[in-house]
Every structure is written in structure tokens, then in C-alpha cells.
């Protein structure tokens, strides 16, 4: 039975020097028996979501256009030429369908979308010769609801096809996917984005495995995106709770159900860097490490007004002591451009409301209390770049 999961994210997957780095770690002896998850490399399942936009809404030969960026990209990772023509001819279809009837089902746009995960598979399995390690299509381990684009696992199901898999399968290392999946009546599913992580979480938890490993493009979970700004510090553990909240406010390496399912069995969910082991979070029932984070949405007007229009600007209760009570009303917020949204977790309250005053123009900001120990600011773009240094600032106590 299997003593070790690994789940290698698709973003880590971006060019030829981290593919042979993920051939490697594949190839790589091991004393432990393995299950290894793969994601969907770099950007495809949501650059397959784009072409299969433009066959709705564009023409045909725009979106076999994209439908070439893709596979070109997968050759480029390539150690071998690959042969890929009958996936292919096979999106090439769906897509020409689409653009003739003028209509994606959800039903429809899982089985692109699933091509994802399974392409890059494709690509492993071409530069892989080692016969001894086994590849299991993810939709053959995990069943779900029919709920397109979104579908929940089928716990029972999933556990029962998942352990007869493995009972029987001799194999020191095993390959999947995460993602995708099957409804009772065979049809492709998927469990939404970022729900590669929750196929792992599963997959650990049928095998009553205590840890899991997740390896990425960072050097574990930062106090705010490494993008943003080079400052960045390590979290180096959030308890699961913590974990649940941050997945919900939109920290993208995180996904709630992932956490409910850990939290649960108690599994510890280690984030490395794929190219190193220098540094790492864990996720587990410690105590959260006493940092401040920074999460950073992008939202469009029609996303906020309604939102932003039935909220208050400030309003804290004054039992806080050094400050004011203050309440604004919102009526006078202005859509002035696309917003950013800011989430400030595990804050000083009273601190970082002081702060917020004396380095902000609040009229020009939605700012909620959200939680016990976080705030939720939403702000025009126009002060993007000045307003986002600032919170930086904060986050890492340099002010």
C-alpha cells in the first residue's frame, strides 16, 4: 500500500529546465512506496476555458489558434517528440461543435477543461520509460455528483474504488491527476479550481495517511504574493482553522474543502518548493505563526457595486479605547476605476486601525472589520501600487 503522497502543482510546470526537474523527481528512488498527484501544467486548464470561449463567441480559426499556443507549449516542455493527435482531433471537435451550435453546456466544458490535467499526464507518461511505474487516470479513482464545472466528491464511492485500485496494484510508484473525475453515469466532472489539491487530500485520507506534501513554485506559503513585491517573509505553519479562513478569503495555494477534509483526519499538509527543500509550510493543529498576511483580489465594477453600496465605509465599535467611534456612510464611495480588494490577517485591531487612519484617505476606501483579527479594504486601482507598499509595510512591522 502506499506510504507516501506527493502533489506537484502545475504552476511549478512552466518551462523545460522545471519539467526535467519534475521528470526527475518522478524517476527518483525512493524507500517508500509513492502516489504521485499532477496538475495541469503552467496555465492550460484555464487557457483551454479561454479557447473554448472564443469558439463560442469568435471564430473558428481564432480559437484553433489557441487550441495550437497550447500543444505547442507542451512540446516545448518535452523531452521526445510527443504524440498528441488524437487529443488533438479530439478538442478540435468539441470546439468546432461549439462554434457551430453557438452553445457550451457545463457537461460540455468539463470534458475540455479536463484535458488539462490529462495532456499533461500525456506529455509525463511519453518522457517517462520506466515500465515499472503505473499511471491511473484520476476519473477511475474518484466519483462525484453531476454538478458540472463543480462537482462534490461521492466520499463512499471514491474510498471503495480507490482502495480496490490499490490493493491490487503492485507498483512501488503510482501517477494521477487531480482535478477531474467521473459522475455515476461516466461522465467527465470537475471539482473546480484548485480542486487538484482537494484529489490529493482525498487520496491521502482513503490511504489513512497522516501527511501530505505539496510542492509549488514557492518556497512554502508567504506572508504575501512573492509577485507583489520581494520583501515577502515565510509563514512557516497555519493551523488549520487559520488555513480554512485564508482559503476562503482567497489565498490562492489553499482551497477550503482541501482544509475541511485535513482538518477532519488530521493531515498535515507540508508547501516546499519544488527545486528545493530549504525552506517549508506546514498546516496542521499547532499553534499559526504569529504573522501578519496580506491576501490581494482583483474585482470589476459589476462584482462591487452592489457590495460596496449596502456597506459603511469604517465602522468600529469604541471599546477599542484609543480612537473614536467612527461611522461613514457609503453612498458618497465612487466607482472611480476596477478595484483591488486587500485582506489584512492576523492584525492588531486597534493598531492597524490607527495606522489605516493616519495613512489613508478612507473616503476613498470600503473597509470592513471582517473578523475577530482581520479587515477587509477595498480600494480603487488608481492607488494601487502606493497603497499596496504601504500595507506591505504594515504586514511586515515596518512601520
Known amino acids: 500500500m502506499i506510504e507516501k503522497l506527493i502533489k506537484i502543482g502545475g504552476a511549478a510546470i512552466q518551462n523545460k529546465n522545471d519539467f526535467i526537474n519534475l521528470i526527475e523527481i518522478i524517476n527518483k528512488q525512493s524507500s517508500f512506496s509513492e502516489l504521485i498527484v499532477i496538475s495541469a501544467f503552467s496555465k492550460a486548464t484555464r487557457n483551454l476555458r479561454f479557447t473554448a470561449?472564443?469558439?463560442?463567441?469568435?471564430?473558428?480559426?481564432?480559437?484553433?489558434?489557441?487550441?495550437?499556443?497550447?500543444?505547442?507549449?507542451?512540446?516545448?516542455?518535452?523531452?521526445?517528440?510527443l504524440d498528441l493527435r488524437d487529443n488533438y482531433e479530439y478538442l478540435w471537435k468539441i470546439l468546432k461543435g461549439i462554434n457551430l451550435t453557438r452553445e457550451l453546456t457545463p457537461r460540455i466544458l468539463d470534458r475540455i477543461l479536463a484535458m488539462g490535467e490529462l495532456l499533461s499526464t500525456e506529455v509525463v507518461k511519453q518522457n517517462i520509460f520506466d515500465n515499472k511505474i503505473c499511471f491511473v487516470n484520476a476519473f477511475d479513482l474518484i466519483l462525484t455528483d453531476s454538478q458540472f464545472?463543480?462537482?462534490?466528491?461521492?466520499?463512499?464511492?471514491s474510498k471503495e474504488k480507490s482502495l480496490a485500485f490499490f490493493s491490487e496494484c503492485k507498483s512501488h510508484k503510482i501517477l494521477t491527476q487531480g482535478f477531474i473525475a467521473k459522475d455515476l453515469n461516466g461522465n467527465l466532472t470537475t471539482m473546480g479550481y484548485e480542486s487538484s489539491n482537494l484529489t490529493a487530500t482525498l487520496l491521502a485520507d482513503f490511504l489513512s495517511l497522516k501527511e501530505l506534501t505539496i510542492l509549488t513554485n514557492v518556497d512554502g506559503i508567504r506572508n504575501f504574493d512573492p509577485q507583489l513585491n520581494?520583501?515577502?517573509?515565510?509563514?512557516?505553519?497555519?493551523?488549520?482553522?487559520?488555513?480554512?479562513?485564508?482559503a476562503n478569503y482567497g489565498l490562492n495555494l489553499l482551497y477550503a474543502p482541501m482544509i475541511k477534509i485535513a482538518k477532519e483526519r488530521s493531515i498535515n499538509i507540508e508547501y516546499r518548493n519544488i527545486n528545493h527543500n530549504s525552506c517549508s509550510t506546514m498546516?496542521?493543529?499547532?499553534?499559526?505563526?504569529?504573522?501578519?498576511?496580506?491576501?490581494?483580489?482583483y474585482l470589476n465594477k459589476s462584482n462591487i457595486l452592489d457590495d460596496v453600496s449596502t456597506r459603511t465605509i469604517f465602522s468600529i465599535s469604541d471599546s477599542i479605547g484609543k480612537i473614536n467611534?467612527?461611522?461613514?456612510?457609503?453612498?458618497?464611495?465612487?466607482?472611480?476605476?476596477?478595484?483591488?480588494?486587500?485582506?489584512?490577517?492576523?492584525?492588531?485591531?486597534?493598531?492597524?486601525?490607527?495606522?489605516?487612519?493616519?495613512?489613508?484617505?478612507?473616503?476613498?476606501?470600503?473597509?470592513?472589520?471582517?473578523?475577530?483579527?482581520?479587515?477587509?479594504?477595498?480600494?480603487?486601482?488608481?492607488?494601487?501600487?502606493?497603497d499596496l507598499e504601504k500595507l506591505i509595510r504594515y504586514i511586515n512591522n515596518d512601520n
Open 53 to 81: 470561449d472564443i469558439a463560442l463567441t469568435s471564430d473558428f480559426e481564432s480559437a484553433v489558434l489557441k487550441l495550437d499556443e497550447i500543444f505547442s507549449f507542451l512540446e516545448s516542455l518535452s523531452l521526445v517528440s
Open 230 to 246: 520581494n520583501s515577502h517573509q515565510l509563514v512557516q505553519n497555519l493551523n488549520y482553522s487559520d488555513a480554512l479562513a485564508l
Open 283 to 297: 498546516i496542521n493543529m499547532q499553534k499559526s505563526s504569529d504573522k501578519s498576511i496580506l491576501i490581494v483580489n
Open 325 to 386: 467611534f467612527y461611522t461613514a456612510n457609503n453612498s458618497n464611495f465612487k466607482i472611480k476605476a476596477d478595484f483591488i480588494q486587500y485582506y489584512i490577517y492576523n492584525c492588531d485591531v486597534s493598531h492597524f486601525i490607527l495606522y489605516f487612519l493616519n495613512n489613508f484617505n478612507i473616503e476613498d476606501y470600503n473597509f470592513d472589520n471582517f473578523a475577530v483579527n482581520s479587515f477587509r479594504i477595498i480600494g480603487s486601482s488608481e492607488n494601487y501600487q502606493s
Open 149 to 157: 464545472n463543480n462537482a462534490n466528491p461521492d466520499y463512499e464511492s
